[in-house]
């Protein structure tokens, strides 16, 4: 078939096509419409190991990176959840809580990657930001011995980003 034979023939069924056009439109405009936008706000926190005695570069890496697990689960856990409740003063569970973050930490590396979803960007941020202080802070309690500083602590890395899109929308900034 070529290119004429195509053209006669949208020409013999040219409603077909317009109608298929339109319903395609309203449909997509439609899914559009009903589509809440999802606002998201990223940090990225640094396990730092305290330097103990002249111990190894090495080992103080590799014992960051077997942390990052046990940190990964903190905070979408209890007391960090509980302490973001309290922080802002949120009307909602742990639970609730715990499932607007995702925490992600790239192999090799000793970086947490935390984010934090809202119904706007500000709720985002305030949410992430609340999460990176509360589990500095269960961090500091649980690596710490008395009279000693902590072994380990989580530092902010980089700097919190809100997003105002909708889910699987393409941004570049």
Do not use: K
């Not at 190991?49 to 940190?71: E, F, K, T, W």
């Amino acid at each position: 078939m070529g290119v004429n034979d195509y053209v006669q023939v949208v020409r013999r069924r040219w409603a077909i096509v317009v109608i298929a056009t339109l319903v395609g439109a309203l449909l997509g405009g439609a899914y559009a419409a009903t589509e809440e936008v999802q606002y998201t706000s990223t940090s990225q926190l640094f396990v730092a190991i305290a330097d103990q005695n002249g111990s190894d570069p090495l080992q103080a890496g590799q014992a960051a990176q077997q942390r990052l697990v046990s940190y990964a689960s903190l905070a979408t856990g209890q007391a960090v959840t509980q302490g973001v409740i309290d922080q802002l003063n949120l009307d909602e569970t742990t639970g609730d809580v715990a499932g607007r973050i995702t925490v992600q930490y790239p192999p090799g590396t000793v970086l947490l990657n935390i984010t934090t979803t809202g119904d706007s960007a500000a709720q985002a941020r305030e949410l992430n930001g609340a999460v990176d202080d509360q589990l500095q802070a269960v961090v500091r309690r649980l690596e710490s011995v008395p009279g000693e500083a902590p072994r380990a602590r989580v530092c902010p890395w980089s700097i919190r980003r809100p997003r105002a899109l909708p889910v699987g929308a393409v941004h570049c900034s």
